[in-house]
């Protein structure tokens, strides 16, 4: 078995990753750290947990050494930490965005931070598998993927990499527990219950990601915009893709099936009939999908593609999981094979 | 191996716990105060009510 | 492998059975029926199960035989083909209420029907593993429990058991997937979102199964009240007990732990600090889980138990796998092990 710790595990992405790592075959949880709840049982912050293990969390100074340590602090804080934890495990994968960008001036102008640690980006590699599987399998730090950029990402990778798009405008709609376990008068439910409030309309961090992640020789023209809706878990970006030449539905399935058609955690939905047929989070809480779907618009050249994921697992936990698989050599799908609730 | 004095669950004081240090019953969750080791026995600690607000 | 067939996989309980049956390690699912969906496939149906099984739906007259038949049909249909069914498998597990009561005499009055086979109700054991444990290891027709009787029963029986209880009120508030998968005006969205709606006040069949297993020697004294709230999954019995002689909080913990102490599937949720602090069923969605906690009121004679659960598992396929695992000899937790998620 692999020794593993979380750094951060009080949080919502923290409490998923346990969670999986609790029900993953060859992963064993050394040490869970929290410095608000250490000396507690886990359940007490992850009731799920209860009777799952006897973990307590420890204080980040009683940390040692582990074969793979997950961070899953809150943006801005392991990137000051990196020297100590990368002195005392051999892989890291860091969930926050730390190190998710190559350029430091990214960090400037989306995060308002100087990167306290430059020379280390170029040492992780950006987590999504089904972009940089064989990157990542010979990686020692992986980062992990924004959630919102994850599922834009994904529905938009097959076209932008055949150079087909002249403009997108990604809105991507999302669930409170995007803004973390931290409780905010926005996060009051009486005045977050049943919103559709709009979240970063017109500049949103993540669309550094996507301009990394979808530039093929030429810098892609995205729009980003946020809305805040009634759920939980759960994100969904609409891509309106404006393409260069006009396709048909049928070239669609087959450039997305040559893309993703042997995917384990992609699955394409766009049927014809039934109540389930474009991508919805709703039944994608808890399972480690993305689940992509599209729509020609006759007579005009844009598609409407359509990416839904859990923004804790493939936006977060479970794609870390994904990625630590593949570092560690395990099969790709190690513990992650629930397949989400139906109704839920 | 003790009690916890509210709700009766066995408690293992993990070694190299102090006397006066707080502890907290992994069922019930209430926070204990070990009055000494050896034999190992545990009090109920000053409790702060949190207050709900519902 | 064992085989098991579903008969009725088109609705909720089929369809979270059809899960747990997939992802069980001693179960190879054979057929499942649905005369609606016949020839579709599942995940037309159940969009968790996409890319999960080849699976169609066949039609109930093209059932053929195996090791296990589970019945998930609405109540009023198994009664009248017992026979067929019982020729169709050695073991049986019937999840709907045709054969959970042992009097004819309360199908009469409950469910308005003359029962067509009570010669069958003595054969089918009621199928609550926590308090029937060895008989369902012998049996061979098992019956499933109703949602909210589980949840009202786990909470009450160490205190029935002991003769405790003068009088009991059961406050139930559910979800709407107790309503099963077809739409009517009251499961209408508009009509159904954030209702505190009382369901049946003053008189509830599944009252009926409370009497029954409570009954140590004296008719338990029970009123029981049900209501639905804004949820789709989840059961919570609140149950006001009166009881005969006071008890103290660590008296209740010694009764709680010597009934449920060892249950895999029975966690005491008592807490004096912290969010979660009693049961609630937001947090066991998916799990098999019945949480259970109590509060002593000083100075009355009035003590609150309250037991949670996920009405589509441990109130119904959770329950029937967990049985089904003791009929065949398998570990008791097979296919059982999904913990719930949090946030969700």
């Given amino acids: 078995m692999v020794s593993a710790s979380i750094v951060g595990a009080s949080g919502y992405a923290g409490g998923e990753l346990l969670r999986l790592l609790l029900g993953h075959p060859s992963f064993k949880v050394k040490q869970v750290t929290s410095e608000t709840w250490a000396g507690k049982p886990v359940h007490f912050v992850h009731p799920n947990l209860r009777g799952r293990t006897e973990l307590r969390f420890v204080k980040l100074e009683d940390l040692e050494p582990c074969d793979v340590l997950f961070l899953a602090l809150p943006h801005g804080q392991a990137m000051y930490q990196i020297e100590h934890f990368a002195s005392l495990a051999h892989y890291i994968v860091d969930l926050s965005a730390d190190f998710r960008l190559k350029d430091p001036a990214d960090y400037r102008r989306w995060y308002e931070v100087e990167h306290p640690a430059p020379h280390w980006l170029p040492l992780f590699t950006y987590g999504l598998p089904e972009i940089h599987r064989e990157e990542i399998r010979s990686s020692r730090y992986v980062s992990g993927v924004g959630c919102n950029a994850a599922c834009s990402i994904l529905a938009l990778y097959p076209l932008y990499r055949r150079k087909l798009v002249e403009m997108a405008i990604v809105d991507v709609k999302v669930g409170s527990s995007e803004g973390g376990s931290k409780p905010t008068q926005a996060s009051h439910h009486p005045e977050r219950a049943g919103v559709m409030r709009p979240y970063a309309p017109a500049s949103h961090r993540h669309l ?25 878990r759960g994100a969904l970006a609409t891509c309106h893709c404006f393409l260069k030449e006009p396709v048909s539905e049928k070239e669609l399935w087959k450039i997305y099936r040559e893309d993703y058609g042997a995917e384990p955690f992609i699955r394409l939905v766009s049927a014809k009939q039934g109540i389930h047929r474009y991508p919805d989070p709703k039944v994608l809480a808890g399972s480690n999908y993305c689940d992509i779907g599209f729509a020609v618009e006759e007579g005009t050249n844009r598609v409407v593609v359509m990416g839904a994921i859990d923004n804790l697992m493939k936006g977060s936990a479970g794609n870390a999981v994904q990625a630590a698989n593949l570092m560690l050599g395990f099969p790709e799908t190690a513990g992650l094979d629930f397949p989400g609730l139906h109704p839920v | 191996m003790t009690e916890c004095p509210e709700c009766g669950a066995t408690i293992n004081l993990p070694p190299g716990t102090e006397v006066g240090e707080i502890i907290t019953c992994p069922d019930c969750g209430v926070e204990l105060e070990v009055v000494s080791l050896n034999p190992p026995s545990l009090e109920l600690a000053p409790q702060v009510e949190e207050d709900w607000g519902e």
């Avoid at chain 1, 030429?218 to 939980?232: G, H, L, N, W």
């Fill in chain 1, 208 to 232: 550094a990601e996507l301009v990394q992640e979808l530039n093929f020789g030429e810098k892609p023209q995205i729009y980003f915009t946020v809305t805040s809706v009634d759920a939980v």
